[in-house]
């Protein structure tokens, strides 16, 4: 893999609710956008933003079904790089078939049909 893609890749999952431009990016790997651009999906078969997305949905989905977290679901929202609660809703149902809120009560029932006693 490119290193300069790898270091990209780190350093979004680093601060997920930054909002990286592909300009910044491109600039962070010290090459022109139109080429970040290609050498990034080449190499991870998505688009720098679809990736970025990507990140953020998979981590908001392992915070929503944390059993131990309580948090409000547009503070999880805004954690993971989404500014907006109507489009983190809609990106998340569009990705996982449901809403957060639905993900989040889904996730409390197996817990406690797996935990009775709790």
Same mark, same amino acid.
């Given at each position: #893999? =490119?290193?300069?893609?790898?270091?990209?890749?780190?350093?979004?999952?680093?601060?997920?609710?930054? @909002?990286?431009?592909?300009?910044? /990016?491109?600039?962070?790997?010290?090459?022109?956008?139109?080429?970040?651009?290609?050498?990034?999906?080449?190499?991870?078969?998505?688009? @720098?933003?679809?990736?970025?997305?990507? *990140?953020?949905?998979?981590?908001?989905?392992?915070? *929503?079904? =944390?059993? =131990?977290?309580?948090?409000?679901? $547009?503070?999880?929202a805004?954690?993971?790089?989404? #500014?907006?609660?109507?489009?983190?809703?809609?990106?998340? $149902? $569009?990705r996982?078939? /449901?809403? @957060?809120?639905?993900?989040?009560?889904?996730a409390?029932?197996?817990?406690?049909?797996?935990?009775?006693?709790?």
């Amino acid at each position: #893999m =490119d290193g300069r893609i790898s270091h990209i890749k780190k350093k979004i999952a680093e601060d997920l609710s930054r @909002p990286w431009t592909i300009k910044e /990016m491109a600039e962070e790997a010290r090459i022109s956008e139109p080429h970040f651009r290609r050498v990034f999906r080449e190499e991870t078969g998505i688009t @720098p933003s679809a990736y970025r997305t990507d *990140l953020r949905l998979k981590r908001a989905s392992e915070l *929503l079904t =944390d059993p =131990d977290d309580f948090r409000l679901i $547009k503070e999880i929202a805004v954690e993971c790089g989404f #500014m907006n609660e109507s489009n983190f809703t809609r990106e998340f $149902k $569009k990705r996982h078939g /449901m809403t @957060p809120t639905e993900c989040r009560h889904q996730a409390w029932e197996i817990h406690q049909s797996n935990h009775p006693d709790e």
